[in-house]
């Protein structure tokens, strides 16, 4: 077992579990714990952990850094329980690992990642850890639990040009009728706080028109079913390989119960799969969110939920 005091002076311990720090996005600290149980899949306790989390080796991250600023020692029971869990669910190979890549969704500044990639849309790339064996190589795309999103894709790329330009021109359309600018953010979010407007209806439409395009896309990428090397999800609960499904049945609807006690600009459907992984059948149900991300001059996007 590591000696919490060769690596903390035993008059700072209490100090190192005290310490409030800023936090970044960017640098999802589950990535950083979840990287620790590959380089030492054998800890035993949270205080071990911590001291890992704040020394990690063996790793290849140019953000580290980041990372470390993102550690919250008050929430070290909930760090060492996402551990356990992963040490549970894991089924990746323990010995023989020859490198370990922290890389977030950047992988653009490591060359070795960036050659494994180059022909790959990187919206399917969904790794933030690559594990490199002697012969082979995984990603791992790590989520803090389950309701994280599971991705966002812009609408716009799912539809033709002439579709798009006619939905931004309705869109337009009703921030003049309702007298409203664009950059009041809350008063064009009222405005969609409504199902039932020419915007949303037109959109539908095309979705239903387009329906078998949009469902084929979204497991495409939801699934990066055209990379070729393993790609992982662990998800806090879940530890499963996402991008060798064999494709039974799938179902893409509008959903009304999902819009039940919300008052949002939103659209909702509801995406079922049915699909053979390892011999086994399987089902996944993901609510699908339409909505707008940041600017309303940007394109609403397909927000995935696992339901």
Known sequence: ??????????NDKINIYSIKKRKNADNNIYELIATCYYINPNITNKEELLILLYNPH??????LSKYIININAEQINTYYNYYRILSI?????LNNINNIYLTGKSFTKYPEIEKLNKLYNKIQTKGDIY???????????????????????SIYKFISLEE????KSIFNKVLINNNT???DRNSVNKIFYKRNNIYFNKLNEIIITNKQYIINRLIELLFSTSIKYKIYKFNGIEFELINRIELLETEF????DYYINRSCAKMFYKLVIKYIQNKTIKNKIYRIEIRWKGSFTASPQFMAYLD
Not at 58 to 63: E, F, P, R, Y
Not at 89 to 93: A, D, G
Request: include cysteine; hydrophobic fraction near 35%; charge should be neutral.
């Open 89 to 93: 669910k894991n089924t990746l190979q």
């Open 131 to 153: 594990i490199l064996y002697e012969k082979d190589i995984v990603s791992i795309s790590i989520k803090q639990n389950k309701n994280c999103p599971e991705s966002n894709y």
């Open 1 to 10: 077992m590591l000696n919490i005091n060769s690596f903390i002076n035993i």
């Open 58 to 63: 063996k790793i290849n991250c140019l953000t």
């Open 181 to 183: 600018n664009i950059n």
């Open 253 to 256: 609807t509008e959903y009304i």
């Open 164 to 167: 798009s330009n006619e939905l």
